[in-house]
DNA sequence: AAGATCAGCAACCGCATGTCA
DNA sequence: CTGACATGCGGTTGCTGATCT
């Protein structure tokens, strides 16, 4: 049984639309609706297959669309929900109120797919540095280096490590601190155990993605970052150090990249561990202020202290942020149903 | 200056799903 | 329950302007 055409195709218009055609449809929707789409067309003087007409209404001419440049927060979301729900552009778009399914794929395709697979290849084909350079001017990121190279990272939610870090940070000189779990209250090691346990079997692929796209996008080219003189070389010199010191703990123990890795059995990360962050604020380890700091082009307000970044061209400031809006955190109470 | 190539985006197409008689 | 129809969705195409050679 053959399918039925939506519309006689036969002598129907195709291919863009023009002014004229347009305000007929504006007018008619505005005056009726559109109730049919199959019937608009002819009620409307339009030669124009109704689909044809819905698709032009929805994506163009609608009053609440919204044109021009997506914006920062805009394209974060979207790579955030994409990373979640996959192709699913209506549901994507449903989180951002003027924009259209169409608009937010094209969008994907002609600039994030790209970003995200020219940044794959530099990770895969050039990307050796253990730690990044980029991450040294951003302690959430430098936190994430910190992890993976202590061989944690495949079972790494950023969240609860910016929660880790934070408890760290806040009371640097207590080496076997509390770290308050909602109304839990564990040791360090007891947390990070426990954080395994909880990440293990959830959204794991997605995690894993996380993980690829932290550390990759940590990377700038190296002519785009540079670190100031003196004391700050100092400052940063003790940042490597003390990460060095932390991953030798762990290669120590002989568990730095098991996969299997008791949680329980742990060896303690001591505060000396993550000293390199004294003199960093909670919120400066918080994911959305290091996000929306980097939009800003004033290098005053990356979130380090000692760096400075030196920008060689206009790619403007959606390129060089964008190791930080990629960074994707999955909370734990994450509920998919919520975006469908 | 002209042709080639690329990038962006509007629009189309086919399929999936929902609705209703 | 079934089939026809309407709508929505996602992949793809093709046009247009910009950039490169």
Partial sequence: MGRTPCCD???????????????????????????????????????????????????YLRPDIKRGRFSFEEEETIIQLH???????STI????????DNEIKNYWNTHIRKRLARM?????????????????????ALIMNLYRLLGLQPLLNRELVNIIAANLISSPQNSNQSINVGSRVLNNQQFIGQTLVSQQ???QNQIQDQVLLTTQNAR?????????????????????????????????????????VDPYSLPQL??????????????QINCSNLASAATASDSNNMNSPTSTFVNNNNSSAEDESCSDFLEFQIPDLFDLADYM
């Fill in 9 to 59: 195709k036969s002598g129907l218009k195709k291919g863009p639309w023009t002014a004229e055609e347009d305000q007929k449809l504006i007018d008619y929707i505005q005056k009726h609706g559109h109730g049919s789409w199959r019937s608009l067309p002819k009620n409307a003087g339009l030669a124009r297959c109704g689909k044809s007409c819905r698709l032009r209404w929805i994506n």
């Fill in 83 to 89: 990373r979640i729900l996959g192709n699913k552009w």
């Fill in 93 to 100: 778009a449903s989180h951002l109120p003027g924009r259209t």
């Fill in 120 to 140: 794959r290849v530099d990770h895969l084909g050039t990307h050796n540095c253990q730690l990044d350079q980029l991450s040294l001017c951003n302690p959430s």
């Fill in 201 to 203: 079997g959830l959204l």
């Fill in 220 to 260: 700038l080219g190296d002519d785009e970052v540079q670190f100031q003189q003196g004391e700050d070389t100092n400052f940063w010199n003790g940042v490597l150090s003390q990460i060095g010191d932390a991953n030798e703990l762990v290669n120590g123990q002989g568990i730095a990249s098991s996969s299997n």
């Fill in 270 to 283: 001591t505060t000396e561990s993550f000293s390199c962050f004294d003199g960093f604020t909670d919120d």
